[in-house]
């Protein structure tokens, strides 16, 4: 059934698609719609689910870490500093290997105070070893929930789901939805192998000596790198069963292409429409869509970048002193092959500046006339006016 | 596509009324995007909200800076924010007001649909007298002056979109339909 619904309650169908059993969420704008939409499918019975209300959003992470160690199928939602407050728990549900689904709605953090969007909240969680998916509309992001799931329950380790706040989590757009029914066949029960029951009394995450802790960190590693494979080959089941897919990177108009704009979430959308305005100038542009953050896809960005004169990455974030996240990550992923090929990172967007086509093309034309970056980083659309210099 | 810009106030319904105008243009087999350019939202603050439709899907994810038609939920607001910034040449300006099209200054390359939505949600009370949700009615007069929707969709989409009072809304819409002052100015 199609229906015309925003990014979030692309979110919580999604989570109903998946015939989650828990969800435990703490309300903050501009995630708000997910948990009304799921508490009141809850308490109607449209969906079979349990919803625990908690305090905050630390409470929210442990709640599905319980639930997901008793063997359910656990879901939440947050954003930004929300996220930032689960972020020890986070830590935790990767260590005990726990498929808990997340949607993050991507908000800047504070201070000062912001609501509108960039990727500083998801991107510094790189390190806990929750897997990241970005989405670029809310088709995306309700297959999406039925993809995490399936790769985190086959992994064991938890997956986050990545939209930018506004221009997705509050955007209504046709969404192809479905019910349980429809989601089993592609997800079936989670039937974990070991799970918290008074009937077979066990102990998950008790003190663990250097003796064993050092391979059990080996194992969630070789299990991210794992799930690379299992997220391509998960795509493409869900493509046989729905007709639709994803990959785990998608390249855009890429061949023959000199130059390849490397973007994440709604810019991909905005740039398509950008790369098909220069390919009718005759100009060898194409895209590459960054979805999956963690695991990062480090063969397949080396096979669509490693021989292409220019790569120019657009993020949407700022690791400070260093430059955009995506493009740190693009560089680490080519250092290692024999060609070196320039990388132009533009910082744009951040704090739900709007990236219009114009920003973008600003952008193209900058990498487009320099043969080498001249800068490491390009902040683009900084207003002069409002740059003053501390007292000191 | 076409890009239809929403001015209203918090507590008017703009958000609401460029979902539902989405809503009722999906009905009609088209690409829709609805979003609001979301701001501290408080009762009587200026609010802006953003509708495309197209043929084909819409892959545009920024704000709308020229529309090609605008929607005034407030005649108030043109005192104070230049509402038609960007407007193109040829576009409708459908706008609550109670005024005549000669107390407009619009350029005459605009064209405007004027109807008295406040007068009509009260007479349906929706809202209060004081602080009447206009959102309804004001979508059909935007379906009378632009023709771009019909009147059938949007009252399918009022119906399963507003939980309150949904047959007041529908009524408020058709009466909105109606009552629609046009005044072709475009001379251009």
Known sequence: MKIVIEGNHALSYGAKAANVDVVSAYPITPQTQVVEKLSEMCASGELDAKFIKVESEHSAMAAVVGASAAGARAFTATSSQGLLLMHEILHWAVGARLPIVLGNINRAVGPPWSIWTDQNDSLSQRDTGLLQYYCESNQEVFDTVLLAFKVSETVMLPTMIVLDAFFLSHTSEIVEVFGPEEGAKFLPPFKPVDYLTPDNPMAFGNLTSPDSYYELRYKINKDTLRALDVAKEADEEFEKIYGRSYGIIEEYRTEGADTILVTSGTVTSTARAVVDAWRDKGRKLGLLKMRLFRPFPIEDVRRVLGNRKKVVVIDRNIGFSIGGIWAQEVKAALWNMRKQIPIFGFIAGIGGRDITPDVINEILDIADRLEYPEEEVYWIGVKDGQISYSRR | ?188
Request: hydrophobic letters at 45%; charged letters at 20%; proline letters at 4%.
């Open chain 2, 1 to 188: 596509m076409v890009e239809i810009r929403t001015h209203g106030r918090g507590g008017q319904g703009a958000v609401v009324a460029s979902k539902v105008l989405a809503a009722a243009l999906f009905k009609e087999g088209r690409f829709v995007q609805a979003f609001p350019a979301f701001g501290v939202e408080r009762r009587g603050a200026p609010v802006v909200a953003f509708t495309r439709f197209d043929s084909e899907p819409i892959r545009l994810r920024c704000e709308i800076y020229e529309p090609d038609h605008l929607i005034v939920l407030d005649h108030a607001l043109t005192e104070t924010i230049d509402v038609a910034a960007g407007l193109k040449k040829g576009g409708w300006i459908v706008i609550n007001s109670h005024a005549n099209a000669e107390d407009f200054s619009y350029s005459e390359v605009y064209r405007l649909a004027i109807v008295d939505a406040n007068e009509i949600a009260w007479r349906h009370r929706l809202g209060s007298r004081s602080a009447p949700i206009v959102n309804t009615a004001i979508l059909g007069a935007f379906s009378r002056a632009t023709g771009l929707v019909g009147l059938k969709a949007v009252l399918e989409a009022i119906a399963e979109s507003v939980p309150f009072n949904p047959e007041g809304n529908k009524q408020a819409a058709i009466d909105a339909f109606n009552e629609t002052r046009i005044s072709n100015a475009m001379k251009a």
